[in-house]
């Protein structure tokens, strides 16, 4: 059965998050381009605030792709490898992000398969995830522009990420029902990555740079979350058609 969402813990993440992102912004915040990565950021945040909040307020993963959680903190893993060594980069706010990034993703994926796994869809989460991790690995390794592992497993989780929400595309056309916990979590995640277009769009406006690599897998990831937003309404749709029958 579908859960309406309290709107209250919404907010109050959202206002969480906000101060966050407040912070950030007055402190580090000095050009256009950046305040859009910051924004950004914070509906990364809020994605994660929002999923926690389902996590710990319904007692229950349901709706949510385990699979597709392990590929995120395999991401960010992969990705501020260069953490120990960089630590200094950008100060306070880029370093504390990747904290928070690798931290958050793994606590997701230990409640998904620990203290929640009785609610898991467990036989119909079941997108093997080596068929992408392997053929992005494999595509780093050709489209890396240094032969460093730092630079290769910075690319490889820049694709690894375009299409980390397969398994969760996969296990929303298995299901019928998905609670508001679950459209917030996606609304938000598919906002941040298009607040990420966004800024390659404004480099590239004002300085004619792009990153061939990182561009590409932003338009695979919004085309992605496209389809992932087709299903869910589609799945609200015949909700309500549902409820309307009941009704009458």
């Not at 032969?147 to 980390?164: G, R």
Request: aromatic share 18%; glycine share 2%.
């Amino acid at each position: 059965r579908s859960r309406s969402v309290p709107f209250e813990e919404i907010a109050f993440a959202t206002r969480c998050c906000w101060a966050t992102f407040y912070v950030d912004f007055c402190c580090c915040c000095t050009s256009k381009m950046f305040a859009i990565r910051v924004f950004g950021d914070f509906l990364h945040v809020l994605s994660f605030a929002v999923l926690l909040a389902k996590l710990w307020r319904t007692k229950s993963c349901a709706g949510i792709s385990g699979k597709s959680q392990i590929l995120y903190a395999i991401v960010f893993t992969m990705r501020y490898l260069d953490l120990p060594v960089n630590i200094s980069a950008d100060a306070f706010y880029l370093s504390s992000m990747k904290v928070v990034y690798i931290a958050i993703s793994f606590m997701i994926v230990y409640m998904i398969y620990g203290p929640y796994k009785k609610t898991y869809y467990r036989d119909q989460d079941v997108l093997y995830n080596e068929f992408l991790v392997v053929p992005c690995f494999v595509l780093a390794l050709y489209s890396s522009y240094d032969a460093s592992p730092i630079e290769v497993l910075w690319t490889f989780s820049i694709f690894l990420e375009a299409i980390a929400i397969i398994p969760q595309l996969d296990l929303l056309c298995k299901i019928e029902l998905v609670d508001g916990y679950v459209v917030c979590y996606l609304l938000a995640l598919g906002l941040y990555r298009a607040m990420y277009l966004l800024k390659w769009a404004w480099l590239y406006y004002t300085t004619s740079y792009y990153e061939p690599n990182a561009l590409f897998a932003s338009f695979v990831q919004i085309t992605l979350f496209a389809l992932v937003f087709v299903r869910v309404f589609t799945m609200k749709q015949r909700e309500q058609k549902s409820i309307y029958r009941v009704v009458v």
